[in-house]
């Protein structure tokens, strides 16, 4: 039983966990699409099954997939991850699933955004997005946790917390035209706070990828304890990441968080560009009100890692640059498993759009 | 987390509970095709709100429902009934969903039976049958319960258990050719042993409605407790089901069950039979290989009713029988509430082929 709330999770007490709080489990959504995913997903799908496969080494790990799918998903999955029939638009957990908040009871509860495909009619990726925006719902239903739904248009991948009052965010995204255009920069503060149990909204500038997601946080940075910030770095000036990374710092050096407390930032250099071949192009369905993959290079990141029980889950590029990242994670994690994900599977996960924290969405436990 | 078993309930030391133990649940599916139901389904809809609340009264209610419905369903479904994703291909629980199964330290599993939509390309009722075929696994899943696989086609509407050894089946359903035409009687009863944890199936011989489920017990019999049976009766010998009952009453006095108990037989006489109106036949969409209702009388039954913690669900005909039915209901179940659902609920849930049993399927507590 699960049933929609009218208050906030500000007024009854309730707050969202940092990522690196224990977890209940993880949740993910099985890639189907053409228009995204080459070879009819397949290449995806096998992808997908590595990051579950890493995760559920950790904790458990649920896959929500759609009927035409469920045999398919079953059969690649180990059993330890369990299937539910959960269909989606596409297979971003972290951006259209919800935001699980607890209180100091242990209680339970979720927040259902608004979700427009990252920026709607404005410059969103496809439509339509109907089931994307049912899954907060669907999973309240599930977990028989009760459903706070914001007036607010928000992705997870848009956002850090702490857990201890403190948000990340960029204002490329959270002030682009395409999400909230109605609210003012004060405005949107305040629902975050209201709606995550908040006090202090921290503003970086940009991300990386404007055409995609309009400048996720996840693709520069993540929050790896309290006001201790992992960040993407570029050493070349003729990247278009190295002003963008710098200016990123600079704010964080800049500011303090909720309890006033200084940044610690750990820079982790990026690896080299992914390379995106004409071929892998011509594998992918044309959809109209898709946007088209095109070929050439994307840049790839560390930071769009996931950090889960006991570990944190990161994505090899295959380069010499894998090293230096597992040293620094190491340095910065001492505590977890250093869990990579092959360069394959990286490179895969990124044709369709994104990362391992892309597609994951932690629950709590309560 | 669910996996598929490879050895038996029986080997294991599961056994199928009595519908009249505690349940945990109850599972029901939302009806939506308009070839099966009038008027896009609406009425039927409204109807299964209302068995749905009924049942809530007393145990929590799950409805599984496909994406389309997910926000109708929802909304027309009280709070108190959870509404989870589970495509299907009609609504008919009792017969596509799963045997759960128990065992003496309270540990559940179940049991996935082969589905053919009533008789297969032999004579099933709709085609094709696929999603009904994955409802037991995803309710595995869903419950993270283990999983058998029954080497035969069973619906649960064709059976009824004592959880103590005995089962009840009629020949007419289970050694139909739509069903297991390759295997015997004895090895059917061996199947259904291994499968169900039991000792004994007593064969009783039709039931009344040949060409929907082929003679399902669950439309002329109710198992109320140890060697105890309700049977729907009727007095008018120009009613085709005059000699049925009185065949199914000679073989249950005949028979013993598997503790070597005569059976004690409540008589429940049947209600008036049910108008079909040429304008309901007119709001069904025709569609090729689903068979299509007829208008005329349909016969009504009493004796597909629902047993739930402290209460038994009845549907009502809105006939003078049903202050008789009630009479029966109170002495045989003294314990539990007798409540019922409206004619107008029967009605509708008839014009699609069944009753509150054939909607309905309990998950016992483990």
């Given at each position: 039983?699960?049933?929609?709330?009218?208050?906030t999770?500000?007024?009854?007490?309730f707050?969202?966990?940092?990522?690196w709080e224990?977890?209940?489990?993880?949740?993910?959504?099985w890639?189907?699409r053409?228009d995204?995913?080459?070879?009819?997903?397949k290449?995806a799908?096998r992808a997908?099954?590595?990051?579950?496969t890493?995760?559920s080494?950790?904790e458990?790990?649920?896959?929500?997939?759609?009927?035409d799918?469920?045999r398919?998903?079953?059969?690649?999955?180990?059993?330890q991850v369990?299937?539910?029939?959960?269909?989606s638009?596409?297979?971003?957990?972290r951006?259209?699933?919800?935001?699980?908040?607890?209180n100091?009871t242990?209680d339970m509860?979720?927040?259902?955004?608004?979700f427009?495909a990252?920026?709607?009619?404005?410059?969103?990726?496809?439509f339509?997005?109907?089931?994307?925006?049912?899954v907060?719902?669907?999973?309240?239903?599930?977990e028989g946790?009760?459903?706070?739904v914001?007036?607010m248009?928000?992705?997870?991948g848009a956002?850090?917390?702490?857990?201890?009052?403190?948000l990340?965010?960029?204002?490329?995204c959270?002030l682009?035209?395409?999400?909230?255009?109605?609210?003012?920069?004060q405005?949107i503060?305040?629902t975050?706070c209201e709606?995550?149990?908040?006090?202090?909204?921290v503003?970086?500038?940009?991300g990386?990828?404007?055409?995609?997601?309009?400048?996720?946080?996840?693709?520069?940075?993540?929050?790896?304890?309290?006001?201790?910030?992992?960040?993407?770095?570029i050493?070349?000036p003729?990247?278009f990441?190295y002003?963008?990374c710098?200016?990123?710092l600079?704010?964080?050096?800049?500011?303090?968080?909720?309890?006033?407390?200084?940044?610690?930032?750990?820079?982790?250099?990026?690896?080299?560009?992914?390379?995106?071949?004409?071929?892998?192009?011509?594998?992918l369905?044309v959809?109209?009100?898709?946007?088209?993959?095109?070929?050439g290079s994307m840049?790839?990141?560390?930071t769009?890692?996931?950090?889960?029980?006991?570990a944190?889950?990161?994505?090899?590029a295959?380069?010499a640059?894998?090293?230096?990242?597992?040293?620094?994670?190491?340095?910065?994690f001492?505590d977890?498993?250093?869990?990579?994900?092959?360069?394959?599977t990286?490179?895969?996960?990124?044709?369709g759009?994104?990362g391992?924290?892309?597609?994951?969405?932690?629950?709590p436990?309560g």
């Open positions: 039983m699960s049933t929609t709330l009218t208050s999770p500000e007024v009854d007490g707050r969202m966990p940092a990522e224990p977890h209940r489990q993880t949740w993910m959504l890639p189907q053409p995204v995913w080459r070879q009819g997903a290449p799908q997908f099954v590595e990051v579950a890493t995760i080494r950790f458990p790990v649920t896959m929500g997939v759609s009927h799918q469920f398919n998903a079953r059969a690649l999955l180990p059993p369990s299937v539910v029939e959960l269909s638009d596409d297979a971003w957990m951006d259209c699933g919800p935001a699980f908040v607890v100091d242990g509860r979720l927040v259902d955004w608004g427009n990252w920026g709607g009619l404005y410059d969103g990726l496809y339509p997005w109907d089931k994307d925006e049912l907060p719902q669907k999973v309240a239903e599930l946790v009760d459903r706070y914001a007036p248009v928000l992705e997870g956002f850090l917390v702490d857990g201890q009052g403190t990340l965010t960029t204002e490329e959270l682009s035209p395409g999400r909230n255009p109605h609210l003012s920069k405005e503060e305040a975050l709606y995550l149990g908040l006090e202090k909204v503003w970086l500038g940009r990386i990828d404007p055409e995609e997601t309009t400048g996720h946080i996840d693709g520069v940075a993540h929050y790896v304890g309290p006001a201790e910030v992992l960040l993407g770095w050493d070349d003729d990247d990441r002003e963008i710098r200016d990123n600079a704010r964080l050096e800049a500011a303090t968080d909720a309890h006033g407390r200084a940044f610690t930032v750990h820079r982790i250099p990026e690896p080299p560009w992914d390379e995106v071949a004409a071929g892998e192009i011509a594998d369905d959809v109209e009100g898709s946007r088209a993959l095109e070929p840049p790839a990141t560390y769009n890692l996931y950090t889960c029980n006991r944190v889950v990161f994505e090899e295959g380069a640059s894998d090293a230096v990242a597992r040293e620094v994670l190491e340095r910065v001492p977890r498993t250093v869990a990579g994900v092959s360069a394959g990286t490179h895969e996960i990124a044709l759009g994104g391992v924290h892309c597609i994951t969405q932690q629950q436990r």
